[in-house]
């Protein structure tokens, strides 16, 4: 089945770094990628739309100047939380879109295990 | 902006009895999914419902898709340990390639 490799798993840095998310598509090809955040306890709350080879579509209220999203290859997409800050810390989960089978044809979502970041 | 909200917010059942989360959208959908996440792990996918009406089963989960493709509910009967875990509800923004969870339903099973 489609796997979803997210690295790292977790981190922790401090204040004023910069932390990059990897998240790769392993097994097909992902023309479109979506950033979740979560916090604990609650719902995925859909950050940002990463398409290849173009630039990616915010969510109102996410700052893209923060939230750096690079989508460079069908099968890789990057986020950048940069200056991060305590109150960045959180669980980001991607996901790739999909179809499930040639059966139903389903548009599915494989997420990756998602990065815990930890700013210190 | 789009909103999926789902109730109970938790539920505690003990082990045998039945289970039911109830999602509802603001907006109408063109597609809805439901993914199921374990304590401390990510969202898996569990089906799609598609047509108004739609019902669709998988051994003792029920998925149904209201008429007005604006609700749906995931029902489990006689529910196990393993059933542990939130169950999110997705739907599919018509004309875009988003999918906005709804709140999440967090169940635990006692056995």
């Known amino acids: 089945g489609a796997v979803v490799s997210q690295h790292p798993s977790w981190v922790i840095c401090k204040s004023g770094t910069s932390v990059k998310i990897e998240c790769r598509s392993l097994d097909f090809q992902a023309t479109t990628m979506f950033w979740y955040r979560q916090f604990p306890k609650q719902s995925l709350m859909l950050m940002a739309t990463s398409n290849e080879g173009s630039k990616a579509t915010y969510e109102q209220g996410v700052e893209k100047d923060k939230f750096l999203i690079n989508h460079a290859s069908l099968t890789l997409s990057t986020l950048t939380v940069t200056s991060a800050h305590p109150e960045d810390s959180s669980f980001y989960i991607c996901?790739?879109?999909?179809?499930?089978?040639?059966?139903?044809?389903?548009?599915?979502?494989?997420f990756g295990a998602g990065s815990r970041l930890t700013v210190l | 902006g789009q909103q999926v909200m789902q109730i109970p917010q938790y539920q505690h059942v003990q082990e045998g009895e039945d289970f039911t989360t109830y999602c509802n959208s603001s907006?109408?959908?063109?597609?809805i999914q439901w993914y199921k996440q374990r304590p401390g792990g990510h969202p898996v996918f569990l089906i799609q419902l598609v047509k108004s009406g739609e019902v669709k089963k998988q051994k003792r989960l029920t998925f149904q898709f209201g008429e007005a493709k604006k609700n749906s509910s995931l029902h489990i009967t006689a529910t196990q340990t393993t059933d542990v875990g939130t169950y999110f509800c997705?739907?599919?923004?018509?004309?875009?390639?988003?999918?906005?969870f709804g709140t999440g339903t967090r169940l635990k099973v006692l056995a």
């Open positions: 907006t109408t959908l063109s597609n």
């Open positions: 997705a739907g599919h923004i018509s004309g875009t390639y988003k999918y906005i």
């Open positions: 996901s790739a879109k999909h179809r499930e089978s040639l059966l139903s044809g389903a548009n599915v979502l494989t």
